[in-house]
């Protein structure tokens, strides 16, 4: 999953605000993945007021059950990113995973699939003949300045870290949670964990208080730190909490993510974060041109087959600047 609009609009993410505990409820947008005939997604970050929680700047979930729109799955040809990391973690289906560093895997629930582009890398994304349809959560993590020409790579980790508390069952993505270390290699201290609830359970997650915090619900109903929260939203929840109280009465299944508020200024346009304009018109050239040095070609795909950057905007977008205030509905 990546982001396919054919006019990206460019999005600079300025520095997190302040410390404090808060409560605010970002809305999912529907958007077409692969043109408007193509699948649609809610995504709930970036947002306007909200570009970033810690390194996290992105997230899709496709699959979702409060999408409206259908249409059909669409494969993805291969195209560029830079800056990043991405985090595909389905919950159903199987994609085939191509990339320009020689990578051709199947991505299956249950393992966690880790590509960082650092300078460049490009890849692809086919649905699987016959298996179910996809459903599950598309992440990327910006990489930090003194990170962002690292060599690109891929992983895949079937063996993750599980907290368990009476009702809880936790699976550490990425970073640490509750004394658990992920395996995956992160830049930043940052946290991403699958978590489910039993029914009727009233249980604390420990947190780490220098992170902030967001939570996204993927299945039923629950209650996040006094605040009712169903499928649809981003819960953000601020910093300063060492424990997120949790209770639902018929199950939930939920995402957390979480990190160090990011200091670094991040420009984002279609798939490409960099710290400057400059950056993002590097970085198109070099696509456009088919700079094999820097987006090497995937083995199976035709030069054909590589998606054509979107134009540019014609000119520069104002910071979007977080939003400090009361919680929103």
Known sequence: MSDLDPRPAETLCEPAPGPGPVAERYPAREVPLGGVRGVFVERVLPQRDLPTVGAWCFLDHFGAPTVTKTGAPPDIDPHPHIGLQTVTWPFEGRIRHRDSV???????????????????????????????????????????????????????????????????????????????TSPAIAYTPIVGADVRLEPGAEVGLPLDPRFEHAVLVIEGEMTVAGDELAPGPLLYLGTERDELRLATTGGAHFALIGGE?????????????????????????????????????????????????????GLHLKPRKRRIGPARD
């Open 102 to 180: 020689g990578s051709d895997v199947q991505i299956e629930p249950g393992q966690l699939n880790l590509m960082t582009s650092g300078r460049g890398i490009a890849h692809s994304e086919y649905a699987v003949a016959g298996a179910p349809a996809g459903h599950g959560l598309q992440l990327w993590i910006a990489l930090p300045g003194d990170h962002t020409g690292i060599a690109p790579h891929f992983e895949q980790y079937r063996e993750l870290p599980v907290v368990e508390a009476p009702g809880l069952r936790a699976i550490v993505l990425i970073g640490s949670l509750a004394g658990k």
């Open 261 to 313: 508020p990011f200091t670094e200024e991040l420009v984002m346009w279609w798939n490409f974060v960099g710290r400057s304009h400059e950056d993002i018109l590097a970085a198109r050239a070099d696509w456009e041109n088919h700079d094999v040095t820097r987006f090497a070609d995937i083995a199976g795909h035709t030069p054909r087959q590589r998606i054509p950057a979107p134009p540019l905007p």
